[in-house]
């Protein structure tokens, strides 16, 4: 006993400093002899450093290094908007913007006259009950609080204002008391303890919708009282025969459904351009059986309907949905090509037939996997491309018939309001319903790996999320996005978000200039001139 | 039974429309705008006058009862610069007697935990008086401070003042309110609510 107490220091601090420097000769050896990579070769260890940071790098960025108002997709302070209004229920700031307002971007018109809260038309007769934490002690290391039950308004349309789908056109018109619905997301992209939050969070707050996705209508979509909207990809997922073709039979059994209310085909859209891949693993039982498909089978989706090839055909199509569903057909697009975005439009017109609503997919848009350079590049930005819709309709007279629906990063109830003034008449959201339900943009979506349950359909990871806890923060972030649109309302001296239009906004450049929508627009055909002038010069040598 | 609503569009006031329109009651009040107004109607008021200068004379009569939720006045709203407008309280009083309206339920600004001090602030307390006199059946309510929780239905009266800070939903407030109008035992009494733990019928009765 004794000799073990008198050399047990010495022990001690010899295998302490041993240890270490037996590892380091190791990885020294190690990285010197390997020929893959050249800097880990010239400097052992050092290098290794380098492998490190670019590990971690991404976290600290985030956390640490990055401004509040830098990081894309979403900077720090747009992550914690999101947050803060599903948790906290709480929207205020301090302090002012921390905009840069010496950047070009959009600004909304406010009115001299502004309305009261008693002017609006709002529709809060029916409150909501849901839950919110309340701080009561936060310290450097931890944060002490409790979560209450409360009573909040809903911020719904009036019924005269409800935006519908489909009006005069099909048997079920679908109404819609709020702007703000949830963008395609399918399951098996996301989990289904994240499907579930989302479908009870968006039935709570009501007057909303989910969009199931192209993977068809599971359960979980099912779980919450909430509407939806299927989605139909080129890959026909759960209304299609065994041998691949569209199943009439299928689609009749989901039009049937109350809960659906609408259906979207899904035309070439930016994440699936390159066709839709699912591996024959990932297709289980369930899956298999939600999307009629065999298990454990490997599925290709072509990147576009194989028999709908013109938009005659399309168009044909959707009539026939129209009639035997009973319920509003629309259609997802990216826009790109405008040529063929107005040969689709003068179709419209001369046919009479078409959709009963656009979803207009920006380029900015996205969830979960696709490639850099479809991500990056292909399509055109919502803010662009959403005008030119808008206008296009109204130049051969068919935007009556037609509602248009945009998405792409507006998560915040002033990007929203751009949006309506630029023509849309509802918004889509996927990535801040994501951030609602726990994501930390992680930027893991395409590995099944997402830490925190949402982006995966690992049981373990999806154990991280807890269904009771999040789906009140879904309800309360939509009916918060409602509540601000109808703010912006008030200050743009309008008693309705639906009645924003362009000429409640206005383009302030880098130098200051102002211009209005319906100018810029009028730059564009300007410039078309110009491009088309130059088309009609010689070719060059 | 015709109730006049004084201050229907505020806080505890879509409340009280709510459950006067479940308990069967004819709910009156004021609105400043058609769309305030239509939306009142929409919780729950059988009927909403416009009126930007806060005429009630005409929405009074016929009533047989009103309950005043202290804080309306001719500037209430998203224009209050005053706490309680006395001269409101006095007019409609005034209004009240001459229509022959016995029943008035009067829910006071000032709150049970309040300092003595703090509850005389603004003069919260004088309409109380006008309220105490002569022809009225009155209720006077004070409870503590109001939240938007779902009501609970369970209270407890209380005698002396207390410091401790409470919340009771705005849900019981007017759950109270509009189980006085009916209930004799609250005739001509002053009482001071917090949540707690006995149904509002039952504490009421036991007063």
């Avoid at chain 1, 998560?411 to 990535?431: C, E």
């Avoid at chain 2, 009651?25 to 009126?51: D, F, P, Q």
């Avoid at chain 2, 603004?122 to 059946?137: A, N, R, Y």
Wanted: charged share 25%.
């Amino acid at each position: 006993m004794g000799k073990i107490t008198k050399y047990l220091p010495s022990a001690l601090v010899g295998s302490t400093i041993a240890a270490p420097l037996a590892y380091i000769a190791y990885i020294y050896q190690k990285d010197n002899h390997q020929k893959q990579h050249a800097v880990l070769r010239n400097f052992p260890l050092l290098g290794r450093v380098r492998y490190m940071a670019e590990h971690v790098g991404p976290e600290l960025r985030q956390y640490l290094f990055s401004g509040d108002n830098e990081g894309l997709p979403f900077s720090r302070m747009q992550y914690q908007d999101i947050v803060k209004a599903g948790k906290y229920n709480e929207r205020l700031i301090g302090f002012g913007s921390s905009r840069n307002f010496a950047e070009d971007g959009f600004y909304i018109r406010n009115s001299l006259f502004p309305k009261l809260r008693t002017e609006l038309k709002v529709d809060n007769s029916q409150k909501v009950t849901t839950y919110q934490y309340v701080i009561d002690n936060e310290g450097l290391m931890s944060r002490k609080e409790h979560r209450e039950e409360i009573l909040t308004d809903p911020y719904y349309l009036r019924d005269e204002d409800a935006v519908v789908l489909g009006d005069g056109y099909c048997r079920q018109p679908f109404r819609i008391k709020g702007q703000v619905g949830m963008s395609a997301m399918s399951y098996g992209a996301l989990g289904e303890n994240a499907i579930t939050a989302l479908s009870k969070g968006l039935g709570i707050a009501g007057g909303t919708w989910m969009n199931t996705g192209e993977g068809g209508i599971s359960d979980h979509h099912l779980a919450g009282d909430t509407d939806l909207i299927m989605q139909i990809g080129p890959g026909l997922f759960g209304v299609r025969t065994p041998g691949g073709e569209f199943s009439w039979e299928a689609f009749k059994e989901k039009a049937d459904m109350e809960k659906v209310k609408a259906f979207e085909v899904k035309l070439a859209q930016g994440a699936k351009t390159r066709g839709g891949h699912l591996e024959g693993q990932k297709v289980t039982e369930e899956i298999a059986r939600i999307r009629l498909i065999e298990p454990g089978k490997t599925v290709n989706s072509p990147n576009r309907f194989t028999e709908y090839d013109s938009f005659e055909k399309l168009f044909g199509f959707i009539e026939e949905m129209r009639e035997i569903g009973g319920k509003p057909v629309g259609m997802k697009i990216v826009v790109g090509d405008v040529e063929g975005l107005e040969e689709m439009v003068q179709i419209m017109k001369d046919s009479g037939k078409g959709p009963d609503f656009i979803t207009i997919d920006g380029g900015e848009g996205g969830t979960g996997a696709t490639y850099q350079e479809l991500a990056d590049s292909v399509g055109l930005p919502i803010l662009t491309a959403l005008p030119i819709v808008d206008e296009l309709l109204r130049q051969y007279g068919v935007r009556d018939r037609v509602k248009l629906i945009a998405s792409g990063k507006l998560i915040t109830p002033d990007k929203i309001a751009i949006a309506l003034s630029m023509g849309a008449d509802l918004v889509n959201i996927a990535r801040g319903f994501m951030i609602s339900v726990g994501c930390i943009m992680a930027g893991v979506c395409h590995t099944n790996t997402c830490p925190v349950g949402v982006a995966t359909t690992d049981p373990d990871l999806q154990d991280g999320l807890v269904v009771g806890e999040k789906m009140y923060r879904v309800a309360n972030y939509v009916m918060s996005l409602r509540a601000g649109l109808f703010n912006v309302a008030a200050a743009a001296g309008v008693e309705s978000p639906t009645m924003l239009e362009r000429k409640h906004l206005t383009h302030k450049d880098i130098q200051g200039r102002i211009s209005s929508v319906g100018s810029m627009l009028h730059k564009i055909e300007q410039e078309e001139r110009k491009e088309k002038d130059v088309e009609d010069l010689p070719v060059k040598n | 039974m015709k109730v006049f609503v004084f201050g229907g569009g505020g806080e505890v006031g879509e409340y009280l429309l709510r459950k006067l329109a479940a308990e069967n009651h004819e709910a009156i009040t004021i609105a400043e705008t058609e769309n305030r107004a239509e939306e009142l109607k929409m919780i729950g008021a059988s009927r909403v006058y416009v009126s930007k200068d806060y005429d009630f004379i005409e929405a009074i009569s016929g009533c047989e009862a009103i309950i005043y939720v202290a804080g309306a006045n001719p500037t209430a709203g998203e224009n209050r610069n005053v706490l309680v407008d006395k001269e409101a309280v006095a007019r409609a009083m005034e209004e009240a007697r001459k229509q022959g309206i016995e029943r008035v339920v009067y829910l006071s600004p000032a709150r049970v935990d309040e300092s003595a001090k703090s509850q005389e602030t603004g003069d919260k307390k004088i309409p109380e008086e006008l309220i105490k006199q002569d022809v009225f059946t009155y209720t006077i309510v004070y409870s503590s401070r109001g939240v938007h929780k779902p009501g609970k239905g369970m209270i407890d009266i209380i005698t002396s003042p207390s410091k401790k800070v409470m919340e009771i939903p705005y849900e019981d407030v007017a759950a109270v309110l509009v189980e006085s109008l009916t209930n004799k035992a609250t005739y001509n009494k002053t009482i001071k609510v917090i949540a707690g733990n006995t149904s509002i019928e039952n504490a009421l009765k036991n007063i």
